[in-house]
C-alpha cells in the first residue's frame, strides 16, 4: 500500500519547475542561474539560451560594420594594389621584424614568428578598457586569432622606438594582415578572411 500511494503522489517538484521555465520563457526572467554577461550584465533565460557561451581572455572586442574612417578598401579579401611589403627593422630591444608605427607614433604593429598585433600606447597610459588577468593593461590588438580582439601585451618601450613609419594614405603587408594609414587611424585586416580592427587613440572597432 505504501507504494500504491507514493506512486499516486503529484510530481510537485516537476510541475514547479515546468512552471517556471515557463514563466521564464514568456516574460524572461532576470539572472535565474547567475549567468553574468562579458559587459557585466546578467541575462534572462531566453537571452542566454540564444546568446550561448563566450570565450574570452580579453577585453570584449567592439564588433561591427567596418567604420567610415577605415583605411578604404578595409576587409576586402585582397591585398590592396599599391601595398607593399612590410620589411624588418631594428627595435628598441634590438629585435628585428617586420614593424612599423603611425606618424604620430601612438599605434605601433609588428609581426613576430607569424603573430601579427598593434599596441595603441594611449591605451596602455591612460587603461581606457582596463587590464587583464594578470594585472596588465588591455592595450594590443592580437590579429592571429579568428578575430581580432584586445589584450595584454609587453610594456611599449621595448619596441616602439623604430624610424619605420607607416606614412598617412598608404598601405603594407606582412603575412595575411594588411594594414593601412589615415589622419583618422590605422586599420588592419586578414586579407584571408576580411576580419580585423580600426584603430586610433579614442577607441577601436574590430569588424
Given at each position: 500500500?505504501?507504494?500504491d500511494?507514493?506512486?499516486?503522489q503529484?510530481r510537485r517538484?516537476?510541475?514547479a519547475t515546468l512552471?517556471?521555465?515557463?514563466?521564464c520563457?514568456l516574460?524572461g526572467?532576470?539572472?535565474?542561474?547567475?549567468?553574468?554577461?562579458?559587459?557585466?550584465?546578467g541575462?534572462?533565460?531566453?537571452?542566454?539560451?540564444?546568446r550561448?557561451?563566450?570565450?574570452?581572455?580579453?577585453?570584449t572586442?567592439?564588433?561591427?560594420?567596418?567604420?567610415?574612417?577605415a583605411?578604404?578598401?578595409?576587409?576586402?579579401k585582397r591585398i590592396?594594389?599599391?601595398?607593399?611589403?612590410?620589411?624588418?627593422?631594428?627595435?628598441r630591444n634590438g629585435?628585428?621584424?617586420?614593424?612599423f608605427r603611425?606618424?604620430?607614433?601612438?599605434i605601433?604593429?609588428?609581426n613576430i614568428?607569424?603573430k601579427f598585433?598593434?599596441g595603441?600606447?594611449?591605451?596602455y597610459?591612460?587603461?581606457?578598457?582596463g587590464?587583464?588577468?594578470d594585472?596588465?593593461?588591455l592595450?594590443?590588438?592580437?590579429f592571429t586569432a579568428e578575430?581580432?580582439?584586445?589584450?595584454?601585451h609587453?610594456t611599449p618601450e621595448?619596441?616602439?622606438q623604430?624610424?619605420?613609419?607607416?606614412l598617412?594614405?598608404?598601405?603594407?603587408?606582412?603575412g595575411?594582415?594588411?594594414?593601412?594609414a589615415?589622419?583618422?587611424?590605422?586599420?588592419?585586416?586578414?586579407?584571408?578572411?576580411?576580419?580585423?580592427?580600426?584603430?586610433?587613440?579614442?577607441?577601436?572597432?574590430t569588424f
Amino acid at each position: 500500500m505504501n507504494v500504491d500511494n507514493k506512486k499516486k503522489q503529484p510530481r510537485r517538484g516537476v510541475g514547479a519547475t515546468l512552471a517556471i521555465t515557463l514563466a521564464c520563457l514568456l516574460t524572461g526572467c532576470g539572472n535565474i542561474w547567475g549567468y553574468t554577461h562579458p559587459d557585466g550584465s546578467g541575462g534572462g533565460f531566453v537571452d542566454n539560451l540564444f546568446r550561448g557561451i563566450q570565450f574570452s581572455s580579453s577585453s570584449t572586442p567592439k564588433k561591427g560594420k567596418i567604420p567610415a574612417d577605415a583605411y578604404p578598401g578595409a576587409g576586402e579579401k585582397r591585398i590592396p594594389s599599391g601595398a607593399v611589403e612590410l620589411l624588418s627593422s631594428t627595435t628598441r630591444n634590438g629585435l628585428t621584424a617586420p614593424i612599423f608605427r603611425s606618424p604620430t607614433g601612438n599605434i605601433i604593429c609588428q609581426n613576430i614568428d607569424g603573430k601579427f598585433g598593434c599596441g595603441i600606447v594611449n591605451y596602455y597610459d591612460d587603461k581606457p578598457y582596463g587590464v587583464a588577468a594578470d594585472g596588465e593593461p588591455l592595450w594590443w590588438i592580437d590579429f592571429t586569432a579568428e578575430e581580432a580582439r584586445l589584450t595584454s601585451h609587453e610594456t611599449p618601450e621595448t619596441f616602439t622606438q623604430t624610424d619605420a613609419v607607416l606614412l598617412y594614405n598608404t598601405s603594407v603587408y606582412s603575412g595575411n594582415i594588411v594594414c593601412g594609414a589615415t589622419e583618422k587611424g590605422v586599420t588592419c585586416w586578414d586579407h584571408t578572411t576580411g576580419h580585423g580592427a580600426f584603430m586610433n587613440r579614442d577607441s577601436y572597432t574590430t569588424f
